[in-house]
């Protein structure tokens, strides 16, 4: 099969993580299908990438579902999309905040897995990345919604992979620590807020944990998702792989 010819279906793609994994992909060849809410920002992004655009609001199933219309064949699907959701004390937290990142998070994977593995399956082949987080490893104070929707995605990814595993499909997860972009800061700024610290503080406590001292960039998770979705990683599955700068 050609290169040109093989499908990528990215959620929550018009920006950040997920707009570098398109970028990404596409460059090495990809037909790449991103999705997002934002219409105008993925419009805009599917325009200046040469890829294809669906909208999609992840709290809805019809239009998960919908994404995935008139696809037959699906090589690589990306769960990107993820919301850092309250930041509170596990005791303080609202009840529909943390529904919301869990239906975000955790069950909008779910649902697109439900769709596309019966395709990959009839296929004998295809690889799923989903995103968790550092925060799917340690203990996180005052992120409780987040940290369980990450450790949740561990979960599922380790038990679709052994389902699937004998019909030729992948499925790992990528754990990335503090990455450069919008979506961290404003984490820093939700953090530094709920414990009462300077914005400054706030961000240095996240740079300090990692062994590097810095940000993980966003190409750095783009190109270990190209390296998982090629053939030179055809024996891995089941991995959570953390792309953190060594954070602990």
């Given at each position: 099969?050609?290169?040109?010819?093989?499908?990528?279906?990215?959620?929550?793609?018009?920006?950040?993580?997920?707009?570098?994994?398109?970028?990404?992909?596409?460059?090495?060849?990809?037909?790449?299908?991103?999705?997002?809410?934002?219409?105008?920002?993925?419009?805009?992004?599917?325009?200046?990438?040469?890829?294809?655009?669906?909208?999609?609001?992840?709290?809805?199933?019809?239009q998960i579902e919908a994404v995935f219309d008139g696809m037959e064949r699906i090589d690589l699907l990306v769960n990107n999309?993820?919301?850092?959701?309250?930041?509170?004390?596990?005791?303080?937290?609202?009840?529909?905040?943390?529904?919301?990142?869990?239906?975000?998070?955790?069950?909008?994977?779910?649902?697109?897995?439900?769709?596309?593995?019966?395709?990959?399956?009839?296929?004998?082949?295809?690889?799923?990345?989903?995103?968790?987080?550092?925060?799917?490893?340690?203990?996180?104070?005052?992120?409780?919604?987040?940290?369980?929707?990450?450790?949740?995605?561990?979960?599922?990814?380790?038990?679709?992979?052994?389902?699937?595993?004998?019909?030729?499909?992948?499925?790992?997860?990528?754990?990335?620590?503090?990455?450069?972009?919008?979506?961290?800061?404003?984490?820093?700024?939700?953090?530094?807020?709920?414990?009462?610290?300077?914005?400054?503080?706030?961000?240095?406590?996240?740079?300090?944990?990692?062994?590097?001292?810095?940000?993980?960039?966003?190409?750095?998770?783009?190109?270990?998702?190209?390296?998982?979705?090629?053939?030179?990683?055809?024996?891995?599955?089941?991995?959570f792989i953390q792309v953190c700068g060594g954070f602990e």
């Amino acid at each position: 099969m050609g290169r040109e010819e093989k499908n990528a279906v990215i959620t929550a793609s018009a920006s950040g993580i997920g707009l570098v994994v398109a970028k990404t992909l596409r460059r090495e060849g990809w037909r790449v299908l991103i999705s997002d809410i934002d219409i105008p920002a993925g419009q805009a992004a599917a325009k200046r990438l040469g890829v294809d655009f669906k909208p999609c609001d992840l709290k809805d199933p019809a239009q998960i579902e919908a994404v995935f219309d008139g696809m037959e064949r699906i090589d690589l699907l990306v769960n990107n999309a993820g919301i850092m959701g309250p930041s509170c004390f596990t005791w303080e937290c609202p009840l529909d905040g943390w529904r919301e990142t869990l239906d975000i998070n955790l069950t909008a994977q779910f649902l697109a897995c439900k769709v596309a593995v019966p395709r990959m399956i009839k296929a004998r082949s295809g690889v799923i990345i989903n995103m968790s987080s550092m925060a799917g490893r340690h203990a996180w104070p005052t992120r409780v919604a987040y940290g369980v929707s990450k450790w949740a995605v561990l979960g599922m990814t380790a038990t679709l992979a052994r389902e699937v595993g004998e019909f030729g499909v992948r499925v790992n997860a990528i754990l990335p620590g503090a990455v450069r972009g919008e979506r961290i800061m404003k984490g820093i700024a939700a953090y530094a807020q709920a414990n009462k610290i300077s914005l400054e503080d706030a961000e240095q406590y996240y740079v300090s944990r990692q062994a590097t001292k810095k940000f993980v960039e966003p190409e750095e998770i783009a190109e270990t998702i190209l390296f998982l979705a090629s053939d030179r990683a055809k024996s891995i599955t089941g991995q959570f792989i953390q792309v953190c700068g060594g954070f602990e």
